[in-house]
């Protein structure tokens, strides 16, 4: 296809792209609407492809044996194993990391051991996490804000048991659960606009002017009047979202059902909540009495406390000898963002609209309590980890003012220890998304906290209501002090052994690339 008909035809697409699918074959595995469902487990291949040259969009395709699927969502029951290749078509190295998943460091795809251009790997990993949204994404150093941002995000919705208690107490309509990724992109005349950052956009992170919703722009999804499910995954290079919902100019609330890890013990009625790159929630909304609803992005204070870093782009050592995945070169005109095509950090966004069809359904009541998901303590072996996150005019944002190394295990971990971890964030900063690889943690205590956060910060000892959830990213906000609590213990269905390395690191891409992470080990 040509450079015009291509864009024209994904965009068309976008508006449309939203009729919910019948329920695939796997049982047990919940209706989701919002794109093409597979069960993971009759995934045989995942195809990284690069589907225009000329900018440099990519897609995942899971291939099942009789059937192509591009941009998949993959449906998975707690306890299933995942067989399968993954084939690396792009003219980069790759890696395909579950973000969330327990893994051992083999599996866990973090980027040690990247595929190369026409190379493969075999995956053998089995699903141990609770019913949650996870996904999948390119973690090859260097190369993951560019591969993220052409479009490889996946998403995965595990289920148990408790997921479909809950299903079945709201009963949902097929059409009213929804997974959903989130993205920004830069759109001019039409186009999206090849990855090309600047100075700047190397300091706060690539940001655009539209939002892709699993890939569409503009998208909208018809939805049944009665309870909705939406489990909503921020998969933006950078941007942090302040969601919330509207009717025409009327707040809609909504009830915290979950949050990276799966489901809360308890919902939470807000209406408003922070979700930063890699964090996901699981919301209800009770559209009986709407016709139309508007999921947008709020105005807020973004706290961009740190002055602007390296004006001069330092080529990525691990770039030098593979392409751009666009024809525009990455270290290009590497100068001022252009007018119109980013819409600054912390202002308003149109994310997606729900358009409410047909009768209403019955009222049903929702549950007073979701999981068995108990309340956070703090162990015994406190203090375990004292992480400082810092800025620097020479290297930008670092943790422990060191720059990434891929060799380097910054600390060791005892394997079946429960650690409390301590991570401060510089006064001279900004909000960054720290993920933790490999294991899910706890958040026990925020200090610190001043502007747009401190406000919503409702629970005990200054948290957020995300933070009563399983988490597996937390964002830290400048000046703040959070300690979380994480158990390095073995699954108990664990099929490796001995030494597992894993990644600590900003989930803001730009600043992943550009070396805010570290390694550690697992003894
Ligand atoms: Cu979602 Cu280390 O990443
Ligand atoms: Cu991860
Ligand atoms: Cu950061």
Redesign the pocket.
């Known amino acids: 296809m040509k450079r015009r008909g291509f864009l024209a035809a994904s965009i068309a697409a976008a508006g449309a792209a939203c009729v919910p699918l019948p329920r695939p074959d796997g049982a047990g595995l919940p209706a989701i609407a919002g794109g093409r469902t597979v069960p993971l487990s009759a995934v045989r291949r995942i195809v990284v492809e690069r589907g225009d040259p000329v900018l440099g969009r990519c897609q995942y395709v899971a291939d099942t044996g009789t059937v192509r699927i591009a941009r998949p969502i993959l449906l998975a029951q707690r306890g299933d194993r995942f067989d399968a290749t993954i084939e690396n078509q792009l003219p980069q190295p790759t890696t395909v990391h579950f973000h969330g998943f327990t893994l051992s460091e083999a599996q866990d795809g973090a980027g040690f051991d990247p595929i190369p251009p026409g190379g493969s790997k075999t995956l053998a990993l089995r699903v141990r996490n609770r019913g949650g949204l996870y996904w999948f994404h390119p973690h090859p150093h260097g190369f993951t804000a560019e591969q993220v941002h052409a479009g490889l995000a996946g998403l995965i919705v595990v289920a148990d048991e408790e997921d479909a208690a809950l299903d079945r107490a709201l009963a949902l309509a097929p059409a009213n659960r929804l997974a959903l990724s989130i993205s920004d992109v830069r759109v001019a005349n039409g186009v999206v606009r090849p990855y090309a950052p600047s100075a700047e956009d190397c300091h706060t992170?690539w940001l655009g002017n539209r939002v892709m919703v699993n890939g569409a722009l503009g998208a909208r999804y018809p939805v049944a009047p009665g309870w909705l499910r939406l489990q909503l995954l921020n998969a933006c290079n950078a941007r942090g979202l302040l969601l919330a919902f509207r009717a025409g100019d009327l707040p809609v609330p909504f009830f915290l059902l979950g949050t990276d890890g799966g489901l809360l013990s308890a919902p939470q009625p807000l209406d408003r909540v922070f979700l930063h790159p890699a964090e996901r929630v699981d919301l209800a909304i009770d559209a009986r009495t709407h016709r139309r609803i508007e999921a947008i992005s709020l105005e807020y204070d973004p706290r961009l406390h740190a002055p602007p870093g390296p004006m001069t782009m330092r080529p990525h050592p691990a770039r030098a000898r593979f392409p751009t995945l666009a024809a525009e070169n990455i270290c290009g005109p590497a100068g001022a963002r252009r007018a119109g095509e980013v819409v600054p950090e912390g202002e308003r966004l149109e994310l997606f609209s729900l358009v409410v069809e047909g009768e209403p359904l019955p009222p049903r009541t929702l549950p007073q309590r979701l999981s068995s998901l108990a309340e956070a303590t703090a162990p015994l072996d406190a203090g375990a980890q004292r992480i400082r996150l810092d800025f620097s005019e020479q290297h930008g944002?670092l943790i422990d003012n060191r720059p990434y190394a891929l060799e380097e295990i910054a600390f060791g971990v005892e394997r079946g220890a429960r650690e409390v971890w301590e991570i401060r964030n510089s006064p001279i900063s900004?909000p960054?998304?720290m993920h933790l690889h490999g294991f899910g943690f706890r958040v026990l205590r925020r200090q610190g906290t001043f502007g747009p956060a401190r406000a919503l910060a409702t629970e005990s000892a200054g948290r957020l209501a995300t933070d009563l959830g399983l988490k597996d990213t937390v964002t830290i906000w400048p000046n703040e002090t959070i300690w979380l609590a994480a158990d390095f213990a073995l699954p108990e269905d664990a099929d490796f052994r001995g030494r597992q390395r894993y990644m600590f690191h900003?989930h803001?891409l730009e600043?992943e690339d550009g070396m805010?992470m570290r390694n550690f080990a697992v003894l």
């Open positions: 992170g944002f900004m960054h998304p900003c803001n600043h805010m």
